[in-house]
């Protein structure tokens, strides 16, 4: 074999050498369509998430039904879940037109520019997102900053994406998947055998390979395959189906625990008798002992945990209503009110407008489930309010300040 017969022979690959007719656009279409639905969906709830955590003017997000966030944010991850497989297939189906020549030109250049800015954001955001949800971060940058602007990145990479592909994607929606692709047809992605298709009804399924519609089955399969195994972190009744659920099985008081007293470095301070809630504001400043909130009116209340990785589960709560207690302190309508941990973390310390943590159902939490906060709760005292993330619901409360 001559030099030049080997360079032939590795040359980097054409488009017409994947010519399985599963590589068209309309098996391709209608995996983006879901796709984009999944896309939507996650990107509308975690924007919601990220507005709830960040209030604005013109934004407030309500505290009934009570559910409501653990509603958004399992569905933000239930989403990014599906995506991941929808995502795979999709760029398989589509691969061999990363290999179309020409590669240079500027309609090309664009177009193949999105497309690559879209599949790395949009698997960067699947990754990282998928990590946060096994708690594991192999990387040094804070989670949910980057997680959001990097989202951003993805959809406006997607818009132009649809925009260019409109033409095509609204003719490949518009006929049976089976219908061989026309020829001529600028998507078309396998380029064998365009004559002998012209004038049958089907693609031509060979031997030993997958029909279209076999493929689309096989997406909704994978589809339906993560979700089950892993919507047992939202639905307590299909725990035992999903094996890959991260909070299957259960913490004390029947409720999984993110942070122990231990790993928050609290254990000592937690339980110590010298301990008291502090509430300061215009009112002026008082100190609270444990016996103090016991002797307040006690309100029940059943409310839901709904952690920002999707998981969340309903407990139910006693205690102080917060609200009892700002009122006392002098709040406004307009101030804003800080909770802070014995935890020195992340969520050690919480900031909420004083509507909301002056809702009735909200309360300075001292038992779950008919007993004592245990510990890793966050005895002696928590914070709990209806239809707010996790990471808000902060434990080992120290301090209520009201904040002008
Ligand atoms: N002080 C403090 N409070 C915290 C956390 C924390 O790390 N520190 N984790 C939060 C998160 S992420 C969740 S989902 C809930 C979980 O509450 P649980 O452990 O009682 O189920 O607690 C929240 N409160
Ligand atoms: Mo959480």
Redesign the pocket.
Known sequence: MTRLDLARRVRPPNESDFPSPLHSPRVASRVGLALGVAFTVCFVTGLLSHLVQHPTSWFSWPGRPVWLYALTQGLHVASGIVAIPLLGIKVWVVSPRFWRRPFLGIVSVLERGSIFVLVASATFELATGLLNVAEFYPWSFFFPPVHYAVAWIAMGALAVHIAVKLPVIRDALSSPVDRPDRVGDPDRAGAADRSAEVNSSAEPVRAGTLSRRSLLTVTAGAVGLVTLATIGDRIPALEKISVLSQRAGS?PQG?????SAAA?GVRTAAVDPAWRLVVTGPGGSSSFSLADLRALPQTDVTLP?????GWS?SADWSGVRVGTLLSAAGAGAGDTIRFT???P????RVEVPASVAADPLALVALGLAGAPLHI???FPA?LIMPSRP???????LRSVEVLA
């Open positions: 913490g409720l999984p625990v993110n942070r928050a945990i709904a952690c920002v990785e589960r941990s014995l935890d973390g992340t969520y050690g890793d709760h966050g928590r996790g990471v808000q619901q902060t434990k080992w």
